[in-house]
């Protein structure tokens, strides 16, 4: 089973609610796939790391060949190709689309690898953490995020942590899920940020629940919305100071308090019965 877990915007406890399924889960997989900012594995400490460069294809050009046709630089849309007397090839630009190579009519042009960020795996207890580091000022995650979900999808239960809001890397997390689990605040602010997430994984039919963090028993918000769109709201975290503290510190409050434990085991197992209420459905 894969439950993505995705907030509209980064500080509503996502990484808290995805590090605490995924502690909780027997033999659980803990995906980072917020590779611009990881952070679980600061809360996990994982062990016995192992590091994994990821590379992408980008041009690179042989300039005796190259007559400054110009059809490599009128076919990227990127902007990562220009000519001024010679080829130049801007690689931080480059989405690695590979069609300048394939447009080239002198074959001046080839792909070379470069590195664009790594993939972490290591264990903490039982649970194996996986996370993506997206090199400073690149484009885009999105490779480091489809080799992680190709190579890591090892275990019972597999809860990705998605980037916050709505992006291409957002799409690639979600896409091979089963459940999706949007964390919300129950604030106006917070309803315009579920309602990006909302619509989301509505236009991928994933089926999905909520939860409210950082409750203060005043959400009529939250619940007016989900009850108008039909969304299950899986449970409500209240505004502990308890949670503060052990976030704080860096630990994970389901290995050190008991009754966020069981709250935890309880929402997986919910999640659990949905997702199989959902692939009944889907067969019959």
Known sequence: MRIAVLSGKGGTGKTFVATS???VASQGVYLDCDVEEPNGHLFFQPQFIA???????????????CTGCRRCVEFCRFKALAYVGQLLIF???CHSCGGCTLFCPEQALSE??????????G???DTLVCSGFLNPGEESGVPIIAQMIKECLKGQTIVIDSPPGSSCNVMESVATADYCLLVAESTAFGIHNLTTVSELVTLFQKPHGVII?????????VEAYCQERDIHIIGSIPFDKEVGKALSKGTLVVRDNTHYRRVFQEYLETITREV???ETVARA
Request: glycine share 4%; charged share 30%; hydrophobic share 35%.
């Open 123 to 125: 264990w903490s207890e």
């Open 112 to 121: 070379k690898p470069r590195v664009i960020g790594k993939i972490e795996q």
């Open 91 to 93: 690689e931080e630009m």
């Open 213 to 221: 963090n950082k409750t203060m028993g005043q959400d009529h918000l």
């Open 51 to 65: 590091r994994q460069e990821v590379e992408v294809p980008v041009p690179q050009v042989d300039h005796s060949k």
């Open 21 to 23: 399924l995924a502690a």
């Open 276 to 278: 199989a209420l959902h």
